[in-house]
């Protein structure tokens, strides 16, 4: 049986994790400041929505006066408070997020209570777009989307145009196709 030039140079021999590039060595770049409004007027927008659809609810429902003003009460608070918390954890998660670009990968950090590094390797990369919410186009923010083989993807969000753009090209100009 005849071995093709590939198979016979293949090799995959231990490396010592101390020569592996550690993700704490990692400088992240961070999202802008005000990108912070986008994320917090979709919250609140969302927020508002099951406001309606709860006082909606209410109308629809027949209740006594004062168990009606009890629910409220309790249920007002409530909302209140998981707004208050909310707003307090994507300030948080909103620290903690940022991007690097190496020379063979991109990382994308996130996450509130629960940090999540994804790093996408560029000779897996399939397909790079860049797009913008509704509210995101309001105020000028961009998100590169970066899909890989595997169903590896990231999504950057909250950047301006010119780092946007600047980003997707350069992930693109790393791309190798060999057709």
């Known amino acids: 049986m005849q071995q093709d030039s590939t198979q016979a140079h293949f090799s995959n021999h231990q490396i010592p994790l101390e020569s592996v590039d550690q993700l704490s060595q990692i400088s992240f770049s961070p999202l802008l400041p ?17 406001a309606v659809v709860f006082a909606v ?15 409220l009460l309790a249920l007002g608070t409530l909302w209140c408070l998981s707004l208050g918390i909310s707003l307090w954890a994507i300030s948080l998660s909103f620290s903690r997020r940022g991007y690097a670009v190496r020379e063979h990968d991109i ?8 940090v999540k590094t994804e790093t996408i390797p560029l000779d897996r990369v399939q397909q790079v777009s860049l797009s ?3 509210i995101a186009r309001l105020l000028d923010f961009y998100t590169v989307e970066v899909d890989a083989a595997g169903g590896a993807s990231c999504r950057i969000r909250g950047l301006e145009a010119s780092e946007a753009e600047a980003l997707r090209d350069h992930i693109l100009s790393q791309i190798r196709h060999d057709y």
Not at 57 to 71: F, G, M, Q
């Open 34 to 50: 005000r990108y912070i409004q986008v994320i917090r007027i979709n919250f609140v927008l969302l927020w508002f929505l099951g």
């Open 57 to 71: 609810v209410l109308a629809i429902v027949e209740l006594e006066l004062s168990a009606l003003l009890w629910l």
């Open 107 to 114: 990382s994308h950090r996130s996450g509130v209570f629960f």
């Open 132 to 134: 913008q919410s509704p």
